[in-house]
């Protein structure tokens, strides 16, 4: 996995902002957060951490697996846009990104671990 972290000029910025993030998330951020802190799902993630130049919601190291968790506003299309071209940088560091609508994890949590749960035992 070709894992790095931003740039020296932007990473105090993220650093702050994710920070920022920790001590803000969303319910959803807060619901899904409970089932994967302390490896209850058997493995470590981190939540609200650096990759290149983002910010992920969710990432496992060791999995490669990136969890992001979105708000409606991207349903919109240019955001919709920013988010492939994120993707693709994170698939090209080595990650797997997985996404869920905060309805889904605030409705449907089942079905969100059962998926995170398929992504380690396929």
Avoid at 39 to 59: A, E, N, P, S
Avoid at 74 to 95: C, K, P, S, T, V
């Amino acid at each position: 996995m070709d894992y790095r972290t931003a740039s020296s000029d932007r990473y105090k910025l993220l650093k702050e902002y994710a920070q920022e993030n920790r001590k803000n998330q969303t319910l959803a951020e807060q619901v899904l957060w409970k089932y994967l802190d302390r490896k209850q799902l058997g493995v470590k993630f981190l939540r609200q951490h650096i990759i290149g130049d983002y910010i992920v919601d969710f990432m496992s190291r060791e999995q490669g697996l990136v969890i992001e968790v979105d708000g409606g506003y991207h349903a919109e299309r240019q955001q919709q846009e920013n988010d492939a071209i994120r993707e693709q940088a994170l698939y090209n560091m080595g990650f797997h990104v997985l996404r869920f609508t905060n309805e889904e994890v605030l409705y449907d949590i089942d079905s969100v671990i059962t998926q995170i749960e398929n992504y380690f035992n396929p």
